[in-house]
């Protein structure tokens, strides 16, 4: 029986133990850059078996909030490896989340006169943060043969910008309501071309993505996020259990290093899909009201998962796996300044007492 503080071979990235930190995106780049702070937040919580970062645009096109990091010039990938280079030197491993934002996006923070892009041109309820405040969402342009096509090689391009960097890895993010998801749900995807309109057109491009990013960096090097059935960002999915049952299937035949499931109030789905996956499964469990915390790391040992991923706990606790193992204390993660600028919520919380 394995426990959350036992190493883990993923792939061939030896990770020290099973308690990874989840990508959780926070607005602090300077511009498209990580900066300084961006070293020491990761560098401070080196200690977790796996690091995945906040989303990380493959493309111009593909961002969604201000002041996030992206992986597509190469002085963001010179930025980029001052991070990696710092989290190694603590002897962490790091894997960079690709996300494309597809609508989940505004034209302030795009190339001028250009709009979001989705599989479909259904506009999200509800508004996105903006460099000028909250602003109401916009309808999308739906993605052309040829654009899905650059969606794709985009992806592959900052895969090997990302190992070009020091990743170890990078984790395709198909989850809560973003570009790959916006495939997945059929709210979002409208299209009756082979990109949409049965279970194997929704799946398409996840797995197409999955499948050139592991023949350009290798598989063992690719992690993938779910969340099915969350309805996250305005999404809604109707035949969920076939949707990703069909998923895992066809993305099992690359060899991927794991998949991360942010799981719903659907446990069952989840051991399903964990029975179905042949390789690594890291878990982002339901936990409705709390954060993820001590009392869920029974499940690395009932074999519900091989890890776990937290969220705001590791940002109040950049020693987290230290305080999971000596039973506390744990600072409050304290949500005003989970956005924006500041050095609050990097440095400032107490240190674990020696």
Do not use: K
Request: aromatic share 6%; hydrophobic share 40%.
């Amino acid at each position: 029986m394995s426990t959350a503080f036992d190493p883990l071979d993923l792939a061939g990235t030896r990770l020290r133990n099973r308690i990874a930190m989840a990508p959780m995106t926070r607005s602090r780049a300077a511009g498209t850059l990580p900066d300084e702070t961006t070293t020491t937040y990761y560098r401070q919580r080196a200690t977790a078996g796996l690091i995945i970062t906040e989303g990380v645009h493959p493309s111009v096109l593909g961002q969604g909030y201000p002041n996030t990091a992206g992986l597509h010039s190469e002085a963001q990938v010179a930025a980029w490896r001052e991070v990696t280079d710092a989290v190694h030197a603590e002897g962490g491993a790091i894997f960079a989340q690709l996300m494309h934002a597809g609508r989940i996006s505004h034209p302030d923070v795009l190339p001028p006169g250009r709009l979001p892009v989705a599989p479909s041109a259904v506009r999200a309820a509800g508004q996105i943060f903006t460099a000028t405040g909250m602003q109401d969402m916009v309808t999308p342009e739906e993605l052309t043969e040829d654009g899905i096509a650059e969606v794709i090689a985009e992806f592959a391009t900052a895969a090997r910008n990302a190992v070009a960097a020091g990743f170890d890895g990078v984790e395709l993010h198909g989850a809560n309501g973003y570009l790959l998801h916006q495939f997945l749900a059929e709210s979002t995807n409208l299209r009756t071309d082979g990109w949409g309109g049965s279970v194997e057109g929704r799946i398409r491009l996840v797995v197409e993505v999955a499948r050139a990013v592991a023949a350009e960096i290798g598989g063992r090097r690719v992690g993938l996020r779910l969340s099915p059935g969350t309805g996250t960002n305005d999404t809604t999915e109707h035949s969920v259990d076939e949707t990703y049952s069909a998923l895992v299937d066809a993305i099992n035949p690359l060899g991927l290093a794991y998949l991360h499931v942010l799981e719903s109030e659907d446990r069952e789905l989840t051991l399903r899909l964990r029975d179905r996956y042949d390789g690594a499964f890291l878990l982002n469990p339901h936990t409705p009201g709390r954060p993820t915390g001590p009392e869920d790391l029974a499940l690395v040992a009932d074999g519900t998962a091989d890890a776990l991923t937290f969220g705001s706990l590791f940002l109040a606790n950049p020693d987290l796996p230290a305080r999971l193992a000596a039973g506390g204390p744990f600072n409050t993660p304290d949500v005003a300044t989970f956005y924006g600028g500041g050095e609050q919520g990097y440095t400032d919380y107490p240190a674990l007492a020696a």
